[in-house]
């Protein structure tokens, strides 16, 4: 092969394998700009990171912002259900400086269910269950239709989040596994 024609065959080899590296753009976070935008706001934005969600929901909803006291909230509605589904990071509570260990043993007390979320920040865990920290009822063990609702923690952030779903348990669970923390 003559001197140019190799230069000109290695370089587009080149450049066929760095273009899809080159054109790749990281994926936006479901409600990333809902949240953020809702996080600048906050009060707490020095100590509760922002999160969204890694995939759509479904069914899935429209974003909007929560009223959540010192805090920021992004709910998702759906057509016939005002905040089906959503996340915050509450305003500053007196506990929220406890360390790990007490804030896990807060959770155990509180809430009739535990989950470990291994992809945040270590270490993350939720307590959950129906909404006022109640088990699901023997009849409707995957709460389809009940407000589930669970207090997370995050290693690295000094805040209670919240995360709740009117749909069902299985969809609460879905969010817990689906949350990551907005880069800023």
Same mark, same amino acid.
């Given at each position: ?47 509760? #990171?922002?999160?969204?969600? *890694?995939?759509?929901? %479904?069914?899935? $909803?429209?974003?909007?912002? =929560?009223?959540?006291?010192? @805090? ?60 006022? #920290?109640?088990?699901?009822? *023997?009849?409707?063990? %995957?709460?389809? $239709?009940?407000?589930?609702? =669970?207090?997370?923690?995050? @290693? ?29």
């Amino acid at each position: 092969m003559r001197p140019i024609a190799a230069r000109l065959v290695f370089g587009g080899l080149l450049l066929a394998i760095a273009a899809p590296v080159l054109a790749a753009e990281p994926t936006p976070l479901i409600a990333e700009h809902r949240a953020l935008t809702e996080w600048k706001k906050a009060e707490n934005r020095k100590a509760c #990171a922002p999160l969204a969600l *890694a995939r759509p929901s %479904d069914p899935e $909803g429209t974003p909007r912002a =929560a009223a959540f006291g010192g @805090g920021w909230g992004v709910a998702f509605d759906l057509p016939e259900m005002r905040s089906a589904y959503g996340f915050a990071g509450t305003g500053l509570l007196p506990d929220d400086k406890a360390s790990a260990a007490m804030q896990r043993a807060r959770l155990t007390n509180q809430w009739p269910q535990m989950r470990e979320l291994k992809h945040l920040p270590a270490p993350s865990f939720a307590g959950y269950g129906q909404e006022g #920290a109640k088990p699901y009822p *023997a009849d409707n063990r %995957d709460g389809v $239709g009940l407000s589930s609702l =669970a207090y997370v923690r995050i @290693g690295g952030q000094r805040c209670t989040y919240n995360v709740w779903s009117r749909i069902s348990r299985t969809h609460l669970l879905w969010m817990l596994d689906n949350l990551r923390v907005v880069k800023r």
